[in-house]
C-alpha cells in the first residue's frame, strides 16, 4: 500500500523528443505528488509537484499528468535536452503522514 | 540562495564503529529530515524532527539511530554501531513548515562501512 511504482527503470531519448515517465501508487490517502530530479553525487531537487484537485501541471518544459481514479501520475519533458540527463524520482506524501513514498527512479539519458 | 550543507561529504568506517553525520538546514526551516539511498536504489526515508524531537521514523530507523540538533545551526544523525548494509549516502533535508512544503537537500555523505 505504501509502495510508488515508477517506469521505466531507465530512458534513452534525442535531443528535442519527450520523455515521459509513469508512476503508479495504492495508497487513496496519497494526496501530494512531487518529482525530484537528482543529478551524480548531488541530493535530489524538488521538479515539479501538483496535488489531486488537478489533473495537470505545467511549469516550463516540464508537465505533470495526474489520473486520480486510474492512481497515476506521470513526467513529461518537453523538448528534451542533453543537460536534463538525470535520474528522476516520482514521491507520494499524505498530510497525515511525514514522510515521502519514492519510487525506485528512472535513469534518463538525453542524446545531443 | 540558501542551500543545506552536509559534512562530512565521505566517510569511511568499520564495521561496529560509531559514525556522526553533520548537517546545516537552512537557517529559517523548522522541519529537519534524514534520508539514505543505497547504491543505485531509491530514497528511503529515517526521520523527521521539529521542536526538538522526532516527529516521525521509519522501520529503518531502529535503536541504532539517533537524531539530535545540538545547537542551533546543525543537526546530526548518530549510527551507533555501523554494519555493513548501513554503506549508504544519506540525505538531511529541511522545510520551512509542513512536511508536504519544499524539502531541500542536502548534497548527501557517503557511507562506506568496511
Known amino acids: 500500500q505504501q509502495q510508488v511504482k515508477q517506469s521505466p527503470q531507465s530512458l534513452i531519448v534525442q535531443k528535442g523528443g519527450i520523455s515521459i515517465i509513469n508512476c503508479a501508487y495504492e495508497?487513496?490517502?496519497?494526496?501530494?505528488f512531487p518529482w525530484y530530479q537528482q543529478f551524480p553525487g548531488k541530493g535530489p531537487a524538488l521538479l515539479i509537484a501538483?496535488?489531486?484537485?488537478?489533473s495537470e501541471k505545467k511549469e516550463g518544459r516540464f508537465t505533470i499528468s495526474f489520473n486520480k481514479s486510474a492512481k497515476q501520475f506521470s513526467l513529461h519533458i518537453m523538448d528534451s535536452q542533453p543537460g536534463d540527463s538525470a535520474t528522476y524520482f516520482c514521491?507520494?506524501?499524505?498530510?497525515?503522514?511525514?514522510?515521502?513514498?519514492f519510487g525506485p527512479g528512472t535513469r534518463l539519458s538525453v542524446l545531443p | 540562495e540558501p542551500e543545506v550543507t552536509q559534512t562530512p561529504s565521505h566517510q569511511v568506517t568499520q564495521m561496529g564503529q560509531e559514525v556522526i553525520l553533520r548537517c546545516v538546514p537552512i537557517?529559517?526551516?523548522?522541519?529537519f529530515y534524514w534520508y539514505r539511498q543505497i547504491l543505485g536504489q531509491k530514497v528511503e526515508f529515517l526521520v523527521s524532527?521539529?521542536?526538538?524531537?522526532?516527529?516521525?521514523k521509519s522501520e529503518i530507523f531502529d535503536d541504532q539511530f539517533s537524531v539530535e540538533r545540538p545547537d542551533g545551526s546543525n543537526f546530526t544523525l548518530k549510527i551507533r554501531s555501523t554494519k555493513l548494509e548501513d554503506s549508504a549516502m544519506y540525505f538531511c533535508?529541511?522545510?520551512?513548515?509542513?512536511?508536504?512544503?519544499?524539502?531541500?537537500f542536502g548534497p548527501g555523505t557517503r557511507l562506506l562501512v568496511l
Open positions: 533535508a529541511s522545510s520551512t513548515t509542513r512536511f508536504q512544503e519544499t524539502q531541500y
Open positions: 514521491a507520494a506524501s499524505n498530510n497525515y503522514g511525514q514522510n515521502f513514498v
Open positions: 537557517s529559517n526551516h523548522l522541519y
Open positions: 495508497n487513496t490517502a496519497f494526496d501530494y
Open positions: 524532527f521539529y521542536n526538538n524531537e522526532i516527529s516521525e
Open positions: 501538483i496535488r489531486p484537485d488537478v
